[in-house]
């Protein structure tokens, strides 16, 4: 497709539970992003991929975040045992050569 | 870690007239990004500035990098109501692939 698409766009999940977010990034970009907004607040980084490797995990809150990639493709955010903090949108950017970062439209989830 | 300060808030305005938002910093940094975001959606880039002094246009916004590499503002002209929604300036640090976001101004055009 033509830019970032992220899956599903919404998840309710019971507090306790895991949850898998995923990031189709734009195709042929190496860099890809992921991050948290909370309601009404700017964005925090979570974590950077380059190819299929993390140089950066410095924004993980906790160890029940982990993320992947495989190869220079789909990326999934993992969150395990969510906590009703944890609700929030989670956005994914790609880039490329450039350090412009482009966005997909975010999942918003809920811990109930 | 970098505090990026972006001002105002919120504004609201008239359709048709001019906006200006600015960030500032204590920090240094040698890329400035100003994206918007609509409701719903993923912040969608409006500018990239990468030079101390640039000025870049796209369209009627213009955005400049600060002289200091301290600053930045984006201004509106003749706005309109496709304009409403949350503006974020984003800074890159040299060495560091991670965007660091402004809190936002959120613009609303009175009818």
């Known amino acids: 497709g033509a830019g970032v698409s992220q899956s599903p766009s919404n998840k309710v999940t019971e507090k306790g539970k895991d949850v898998e977010l995923r990031c189709d990034p734009i195709s042929g970009h190496t860099a890809l992003y992921w991050y948290r907004q909370r309601l009404g607040q700017g964005l925090e980084f979570l974590i950077y991929f380059q190819g299929n490797s993390a140089p950066d995990k410095s924004g993980l809150p906790s160890d029940r975040f982990s993320a992947e990639r495989t190869g220079e493709s789909v990326s999934t955010l993992t969150i395990q045992r969510t906590q009703q903090e944890d609700s929030a949108v989670y956005l994914c950017a790609s880039g490329g050569t450039s350090y412009e970062q482009y966005f997909g439209p975010g999942t918003r989830l809920t811990v109930t | 870690g970098q505090q990026l300060n972006q001002s105002p808030q919120s504004m609201f305005i008239q359709e048709g007239e001019d906006v200006s938002m600015n960030c500032t910093s204590s920090s240094i940094f040698n890329t400035w990004l100003w994206y918007k975001q609509d409701p719903g959606e993923g912040p969608v880039l409006l500018i990239a500035?990468?030079?101390?002094?640039e000025l870049t246009s796209n369209g009627r916004l213009t955005a400049q990098f600060g002289i200091t590499r301290k600053d930045s503002f984006l201004n509106i002209s003749a706005s309109i109501p496709s304009d409403v929604g949350i503006y974020f300036c984003?800074?890159?640090?040299?060495?560091?692939?991670?965007?660091?976001f402004g809190t936002g101004t959120r613009l609303t055009i009175i009818p």
């Open positions: 500035l990468y030079k101390a002094g």
């Open positions: 984003a800074v890159r640090v040299f060495g560091n692939e991670k965007l660091t």
